[in-house]
């Protein structure tokens, strides 16, 4: 099992920059994808990025494109997510979350959720 538990949010403006992190325990942190997920107030909770167990694969959202980037640092059983660029439809609570198993980017394939961190971006 894997708990997980995120840091880093806040109340920036247009066009700054946020590094969002996310510390997991256990000692088996590479077996598992991990994820980022937002949802805004009155929407469902979306994917934003992920990350595969070595790192080697990621995926994004199509408007995140090119301005977040998630990483992890298995030795220290860590995930990041540095968002560039922000725009106001960037705010919402995010969340980190741990996947058991194959590649997947979808919400309900993560079995461990983060508490979530709230962003907010004004402009």
């Not at 088996?28 to 949802?39: A, I």
């Not at 977040?68 to 995930?79: G, L, M, P």
């Amino acid at each position: 099992q894997v708990q997980v538990v995120e840091s880093g949010g806040g109340l920036v403006q247009a066009g700054d920059s946020l590094r969002l992190s996310c510390a997991a325990s256990g000692r088996t942190f590479s077996n598992y994808v991990m994820g980022w997920f937002r949802q805004a107030p009155g929407k469902e909770r979306d994917f934003v990025a992920a990350i595969s167990g070595g790192g080697t694969t990621t995926a994004y959202e199509d408007s995140v494109k090119g301005r977040f980037t998630i990483s992890r640092d298995n030795a220290k059983n860590t995930v990041s997510l540095q968002m560039n660029s922000l725009k106001p439809e960037d705010t919402a609570v995010y969340y980190c979350a741990a996947k058991r198993g194959p590649w997947g980017v979808g919400v309900y394939e993560y079995n461990y959720w983060g508490q979530g961190t709230q962003v907010t971006v004004s402009s």
